[in-house]
């Protein structure tokens, strides 16, 4: 579903993406957050946005994950992903935005940020593309370039990968990989 651009915008603003930044609750999981009687914090993953970040990787797109909660569960994804880029317990999103932005020399017009939340908002208003997931609140969705037809954690990452790779003309060349031809 695109919101606030058409289609030739979107397809512009996602070819120049060289950064994807990823809240995690409610962007990477459903935003439940679950705790077993001994405290321990569990989520949940969705196996097809893994996939859709290792293709990204294999392009040369940087991935980084901004969070305001800490969280040993994200440590561990991010690891298995290879996410080199992991900030938990941020209060302040934007500075380490624009940290992780000057250290890879990647402009804001070459980063995509997906939200699904108000605290998101800084960060997408700062990017080339911005985009919601599909039960984020109106006003995050009203601040989005595109927001996707899947909800976080349910594959509204591959979603957002899926139209990187395909404006950018690699989408065929990584399917490739799996169908032999």
């Not at 940020?113 to 800084?122: A, C, P, R, T, W």
Request: proline residues 1%; aromatic residues 4%; hydrophobic residues 45%.
């Amino acid at each position: 579903m695109e919101k606030n651009s058409d289609t030739a915008d979107l397809s512009l603003r996602a070819a120049r993406i060289r950064l994807l930044v990823l809240d995690v609750d409610g962007v990477l999981t459903d935003g439940s957050i679950i705790y077993t009687d001994g405290g321990e914090e569990i989520k949940r993953f969705h196996v097809r946005d893994g996939l859709g970040i290792r293709l990204l990787q294999q392009a040369g797109i940087e991935v980084a994950l901004i969070t305001g909660r800490q969280s040993q569960a994200v440590a561990h994804r991010a690891q298995n992903l290879k996410i080199a880029h992991v900030f938990q317990g941020v209060r302040d999103k934007l500075a380490v935005l624009r940290s992780v932005q000057a250290s890879l020399g990647i402009s804001a017009l070459e980063t995509a940020v997906m939200g699904d939340d108000l605290v998101d908002l800084i960060l997408m208003r700062q990017a080339g593309l911005a985009v919601a997931v599909a039960d984020a609140p109106r006003e995050v969705k009203d601040s989005a370039h595109w927001v996707t037809s899947l909800g976080g954690g349910r594959g509204a990452v591959r979603e957002l990968c899926e139209l990187v790779l395909q404006a950018k003309g690699l989408w065929e060349v990584l399917l490739r990989t799996y169908t032999g031809s």
